[in-house]
């Protein structure tokens, strides 16, 4: 699409002026002249290894003009309630086309800064024509008790959806990012970009939890940035979906910020999932841990490339990073690439990953206690994940087990 066109689909945008702020229009505008002027991903990229760029191309114009078109008419299909409870806390949630125009002092310092038009192609499409966003503002020293739950579908054969968190200092919150259905598509893609800010002081949970039907593709980029004795909780349950890749990571930008990352992984069948995860302490004395599991089965593909990276001037730093991985069967393939990129020589780092099918002894030590093949393939992959678990909401937590359980319970190839 040449730089013309580029023009008059952004000028189409001007349509909406009285519910559109001129800063998100120019915002939008940029970011898809970046996508145009951005080449596809190359293969050659070590991000890139393993899954074709092209997979998580919109094939042909139609479907961007139809999102473009629901963008310019100001239709969001992004429902956003908050609980009566929280009327008086000073939070507010709502859609973000909402939030520019009625919280522009936030929503306009944020948009954009973690995951912008500069990320990369699909990054800048998302920040371009996101078609279901969200915006949830926590002010400084708010307590939120309750965990807040965000339901998350497909819209289409084309979804892009987007989320901004803000949590001020001292403040805490846990939440849910449930991405989940099917799709009347069989070949959906969908978008994602999340951007999380947390506050000096401020105590964040955020459980990312995917559970597509096998018919959806999905391209998620996550950014968090976190202050000065933040500490962030990150889980990625990755559950659903035929073709996943995701770009997951932490700036730790405030002294003795403190990262915390988990990943709960299963695929089966034909199922391809591919996760990247980053850690930047740009800070003095900030501290991050990963630990991210992959369960294995059938014929299904797995490949995690993690990152730590340590400035030049951040002194005494500690970071640790584990990928393991467990095989329930002959057929499935596991990549594993744990890599460091350390600037400064007073920190402590380490890094690992381990490939193994299930202990025969093991195994054979359960079904000697009476224990049936099956319950004991449960039994062993339940403690290979409750770790990870046992830090989530007892709901959610419940919810990841059922879904485990219902995978191991779906067959399994030699």
């Known amino acids: 699409m040449n730089t013309t066109t580029i023009e008059n689909k952004a000028s189409d945008f001007r349509k909406i002026d009285k519910l559109e702020p001129a800063w998100l229009y120019e915002l939008k505008k940029n970011a898809w002249i970046s996508y145009n002027e951005t080449p596809t991903p190359n293969r050659v990229i070590h991000l890139w290894r393993y899954t074709d760029p092209a997979a998580f191309t919109v094939n042909g114009d139609n479907n961007l003009q139809n999102i473009s078109r629901t963008t310019t008419e100001g239709v969001e299909p992004s429902p956003a309630f908050l609980d009566p409870s929280f009327s008086k806390t000073g939070i507010v949630f709502k859609d973000i086309l909402s939030a520019a125009r009625e919280n522009e002092e936030i929503t306009g310092e944020h948009l954009g800064g973690l995951v912008g038009s500069d990320f990369g192609k699909f990054e800048a499409l998302n920040l371009a024509l996101w078609n279901s966003g969200l915006f949830l503002y926590i002010p400084d020293n708010a307590i939120v008790k309750k965990p807040i739950h965000l339901l998350r579908r497909p819209v289409g054969p084309l979804t892009l959806f987007r989320l901004l968190i803000v949590v001020g200092k001292n403040a805490e919150v846990t939440i849910i990012d449930d991405y989940s259905g099917e799709s009347n598509n069989n070949d959906a893609l969908v978008n994602s970009a999340v951007e999380v800010y947390a506050g000096d002081s401020s105590n964040v949970h955020y459980a990312n939890i ?63 999932f591919d996760y990247h995860t980053l850690h930047h302490h740009r800070e003095n004395e900030s501290y991050s841990d990963i630990d991210f599991k992959v369960i294995l089965k059938d014929r299904s593909t797995s490949a995690y490339t993690g990152l730590i990276r340590i400035d030049e001037y951040a002194f005494n730093c500690q970071a640790y990073q584990m990928n393991r991985n467990l095989l329930l069967n002959k057929g499935p393939k596991a990549e594993s690439i744990p890599e ?42 339940s403690g290979f994940v409750d770790p990870a678990l046992n830090q989530l909401p007892t709901e959610l937590r419940k919810l990841i087990r059922e879904l485990l359980i219902g995978k191991l319970e779906g067959g399994q190839d030699d």
Do not use: W
């Open 210 to 272: 995917q559970r597509f039907g096998d018919g959806i593709r999905s391209y998620a980029t996550q950014r968090a940035k976190i202050g000065r004795d933040a500490r962030m909780y990150s889980l990625f349950g990755g559950l659903g979906g035929g073709l996943i890749k995701v770009n997951a990571g932490t700036i730790l930008a405030g002294r003795g910020a403190d990262s915390r990352m988990q990943g709960v992984v299963f695929t089966d069948g034909n199922q391809h």
């Open 340 to 381: 460091l990129e350390i600037l400064c020589d007073q920190v402590s780092c380490s890094h690992g990953a381990t490939m193994a099918p299930i202990d025969p002894e093991l195994l054979f030590y359960l079904k000697s206690r009476g224990i049936n093949h099956d319950d004991a393939v449960k039994s062993i992959v």
